[in-house]
């Protein structure tokens, strides 16, 4: 199973900043099947970025994603007051095909 | 507008059982395979389980921690899809979310949720 693992646990900035957020996997991930999403308190999670780098529809192009293999990243060129939440990686594969998430990375308010 | 709302949530004792259901509306439920992803108090997100749509046989898949223990069905005809979960124990306690497939990798629309507490 591959694991993910998310730095850093958390991450204080001010709106305006730049947040850039790690997501690593034990072994390469086929096909870039990686994405984010963001989770506000007592709100359900919401897709953000799939097949690595695709925002999902509704989604500001404030919100970026790259990366291959087994490392990726998240990136938030502009951080908006209400971008403060938890965001969590997750992958898709193996056989029989399972998903995972990472452990998350919480964004607050500095 | 897609809409998943879950119901069926609540204390059971460990070894119990409960059904969750989930009501879909908002989109083709015949063709969107579903998935349950669960979150402990506190924690992170664990995917459950999956059925396709019953052009694709209807088939499931789960993950280990359940697997023999949970159940996924559906009912095209009510657009509603079910976990039948069995045999509970304390690391069962989660809010359970019933949620779209997107692209067969990802997971699309969620629910709000239903919380599942297992203890004595």
């Known amino acids: 199973e591959i694991v993910l693992t998310q730095s850093p646990d958390t991450l204080s900035l001010s709106p305006g900043e730049r947040a850039t957020l790690s997501c690593r996997a034990s072994q390469s991930i086929d096909n870039t099947y990686l994405a984010w999403y963001q989770q506000k308190p007592g709100q359900a999670p919401r897709l953000l970025i799939y097949?690595?780098?695709n925002r999902a529809t509704g989604i500001p192009d404030r919100f970026s994603g790259s990366g291959s293999g087994t490392d990726f990243t998240l990136t938030i060129s502009i951080v908006e007051p209400e971008d403060f939440a938890v965001y969590y990686c997750?992958?898709?594969?193996?056989?029989?095909?399972?998903?995972?998430f990472g452990p998350g990375t919480k964004v607050e308010i500095k | 507008e897609v809409q998943l709302v879950e119901s069926g949530g609540g204390l059971v004792k460990p070894g119990g059982s409960l059904r969750l259901s989930c009501a879909a509306s908002g989109f083709t439920f015949s063709d969107v395979w579903m998935n349950w992803v669960r979150q402990g108090p506190g924690k992170g997100l664990e995917w459950v389980g999956r059925?396709?749509?019953?052009?694709?046989?209807?088939?499931?898949e789960y993950a280990a921690p359940v697997k023999g223990r949970f159940t996924i069905s559906r009912d095209d005809s009510n657009t509603m899809v079910y976990l039948q979960m069995n045999s509970l124990k304390a690391e069962d306690t989660a809010v359970y979310y019933c949620v779209t497939d997107f692209s067969r990798a990802y997971f699309g629309s969620w629910g709000q949720g239903t919380l599942v507490t297992v203890s004595s």
């Open positions: 059925i396709r749509r019953s052009v694709d046989g209807g088939t499931t």
């Open positions: 997750q992958q898709f594969g193996g056989s029989p095909p399972s998903f995972t």
């Open positions: 097949s690595a780098y």
